[in-house]
């Protein structure tokens, strides 16, 4: 049933890396529970706007779940309360009236703040240009069963591929590790025949990556895989 609830926001602002950053609190009113988190933080933004004040900074693109361009921590839980649903996705239907919501950005040593709750998220990129293809020469596409693949290898190497390299894995585990994003971009070569030859020295060549970048180490919390 479509209601309109009113929220007050703890909303993390900074204005670069290398500036101190606060938490300001911010009240909306009137917000349709059929509206997405990110329509929600629209709405602040132009009410901010119109009062001659800086919009809150945030990352977003398809809006549909699928490009793993936004992201914020909602009280604590990346991309919110709902498990598998991006920010984008996130209905305001699952927030209550008078709920107090702090939304801060990814925190990771590797991710480092662009501006409130935009990250830096390069350092993925850097991971899956260490490794993360198949070297193959570039051409027409081959004939689709030109290379038998085992139904259950398509189906593991598919679930490995769903990553969709937004960070909330990062976000969420204590020791901001990516292990679960170089191990799913990882596998998803590995289980399929055309990424065997090279398997072994991409997974070495992705894990040195991300260790050289910053990103922490695995230590089996698996907060990563409850988001």
Not at 130 to 139: D, E, L, R
Request: with cysteine; hydrophobic share 40%.
């Amino acid at each position: 049933m479509k209601k309109n609830i009113n929220l007050t926001l703890k909303v993390w602002r900074q204005a670069g890396n290398r500036e101190k950053g606060r938490l300001e609190i911010y009240s909306v009113k009137n917000i349709s529970t059929d509206m997405s988190f990110l329509e929600m933080l629209d709405v602040l933004n132009e009410e901010l706007t119109q009062a001659g004040k800086e919009p809150i900074a945030f990352d977003h693109d398809c809006r549909e779940g699928i490009c793993g361009m936004c992201g914020a921590v909602v009280n604590g839980r990346p991309h919110g309360p709902e498990r598998g649903t991006t920010l984008c996705q996130l209905h305001m239907r699952h927030f209550s009236d008078g709920d107090e919501l702090v939304i801060e950005p990814w925190r990771s040593r590797a991710f480092p703040v662009i501006k409130d709750l935009v990250v830096d998220r390069g350092s993925l990129d850097q991971i899956i240009i260490a490794g993360g293809y198949i070297s193959v020469n570039t051409g027409s596409a081959p004939e689709a069963n030109s290379v038998p693949v085992p139904q259950d290898a398509a189906d593991r190497a598919m679930d490995a591929a769903a990553c969709i390299g937004c960070g909330a894995c990062v976000a969420a585990c204590p020791n901001g590790s990516a292990m679960l994003f170089t191990a799913a971009k990882v596998s998803h070569l590995a289980l399929l025949p055309q990424g065997k030859p090279e398997a072994a020295r991409r997974a070495m060549r992705m894990v040195e990556k991300m260790d050289q970048l910053g990103f922490g180490n695995c230590s089996n919390i698996t907060e990563c895989q409850i988001e």
